[in-house]
Nanobody, 124 residues
Framework: QVQLVESGGGLVQAGGSLRLSCASS????????MGWFRQTPGKERDFVAL????????YYGDSVKGRFTISRDNAKNTIYLEMNSLKPEDTAVYYC?????????????????WGQGTQVAVSS
């Protein structure tokens, strides 16, 4: 069982930055590909970014490319999402998730474990 806890959300002005963290309690953290998703009320939970289990290869959704950076620290069982040049449309609840799928899993159903989410609000 893997438990994930996100932190670092908050309110920021457009153009600002935030760093989200996601801590895992599992002993096998390094064996999972980790991802970030986001969701706004009434909409689907959308893929944001992922970082692979072995090589640390990263992959981003088109709307965040060049602005967001995902990273992981396997020694701390933690992943991060550095968000820069934030826009009002980035406002959402951000979730981290763990996947034992191979390749670059960008679908929600590729992920086995989810955190409770952290709210990010970007004011214009």
């Amino acid at each position: 069982q893997v438990q994930l806890v996100e932190s670092g959300g908050g309110l920021v002005q457009a153009g600002g930055s935030l760093r989200l963290s996601c801590a895992s309690s599992g002993r096998t953290f390094s064996s999972y590909t980790m991802g970030w998703f986001r969701q706004t009320p009434g909409k689907e939970r959308d893929f944001v970014a992922l970082i692979s289990r072995s090589t640390g290869t990263t992959y981003y959704g088109d709307s965040v490319k060049g602005r967001f950076t995902i990273s992981r620290d396997n020694a701390k069982n933690t992943i991060y999402l550095e968000m820069n040049s934030l826009k009002p449309e980035d406002t959402a609840v951000y979730y981290c998730a763990a996947s034992n799928a191979y390749g670059a899993p960008i679908r929600r159903d590729n992920y086995n474990y989810w955190g409770q989410g952290t709210q990010v609000a970007v004011s214009s």
